[in-house]
T-cell receptor
Framework: DAKTTQPNSMESNEEEPVHLPCNHS???????IHWYRQLPSQGPEYVIH???SNVNNRMASLAIAEDRKSSTLILHRATLRDAAVYYC?????????????FGPGTSLSVIP | DAGVIQSPRHEVTEMGQEVTLRCKPI?????LFWYRQTMMRGLELLIY????????DSGMPEDRFSAKMPNASFSTLKIQPSEPRDSAVYFC????????????FGDGTRLSIL
């Protein structure tokens, strides 16, 4: 399975944009890039996903490099509630069954 | 809409006792997943079901662990006998189909084995 690499931790000031990087140099053509986040004492929650084009939703934006070997999750204006562990995951759209493997993720701290 | 419901939220029991964790997936979802999360190993996939059938149980640590899904609205994860090293947070998740639909997680069961 293709793997992802993320920084262990990042810090951001409240109300500033945050760019969370993810490297996936062995990504295949059928892999989608998914992001989840886990708030303290909660289960992970879905944030966003994409294949080739940049994606936006109410929570965040996903910028995907042209060669697809890296991507960046963008939180446009960090709030204290965004402090969480962020997971970047690859999901193969052509496998028979839906198996998701979580790595260690990036722990984001937001400073008031 | 109700999300994934897990019970109990917390469980403290003595070593050697049987532990049963319960999960009610989101109605209509055809995939159900059991994960375990510890500080040392992070979030590990234990087993998952598709249409109530176990598909991959390669993450189940050993024979003391078993999981069932008797119907589309209920699943259990059982540990018998329990050991202190089983202490962790156990999450259940469900999803719809495989067209990159997101997984929806419950709030987890925090298990402590004394």
């Amino acid at each position: 399975d293709a793997k992802t690499t993320q920084p262990n931790s990042m810090e951001s000031n409240e109300e500033e944009p945050v760019h969370l990087p993810c490297n996936h140099s062995t990504i295949s053509g059928t892999d989608y890039i998914h992001w989840y986040r886990q708030l303290p004492s909660q289960g992970p929650e879905y944030v966003i996903h994409g294949l080739t084009s940049n994606v936006n939703n109410r929570m965040a934006s996903l910028a995907i490099a042209e060669d697809r070997k890296s991507s960046t999750l963008i939180l446009h204006r960090a709030t204290l509630r965004d402090a969480a562990v962020y997971y970047c995951i690859l999901r193969d759209s052509e496998t028979s069954y839906d198996k998701v493997i979580f790595g260690p993720g990036t722990s984001l701290s937001v400073i008031p | 809409d109700a999300g994934v419901i897990q019970s109990p939220r917390h469980e403290v029991t003595e070593m050697g006792q049987e532990v049963t964790l319960r999960c009610k997936p989101i109605s209509g979802h055809d995939y159900l997943f059991w994960y375990r999360q510890t500080m040392m190993r992070g979030l590990e996939l234990l087993i998952y079901f598709n249409n109530n059938v176990p598909i991959d149980d390669s993450g189940m640590p050993e024979d003391r662990f078993s999981a069932k899904m008797p119907n589309a609205s209920f699943s259990t994860l059982k540990i018998q006998p329990s050991e202190p090293r089983d202490s962790a947070v156990y999450f259940c998740a469900s999803s719809l189909g495989r067209l990159n639909q997101p997984q929806h997680f419950g709030d987890g069961t925090r298990l402590s084995i004394l």
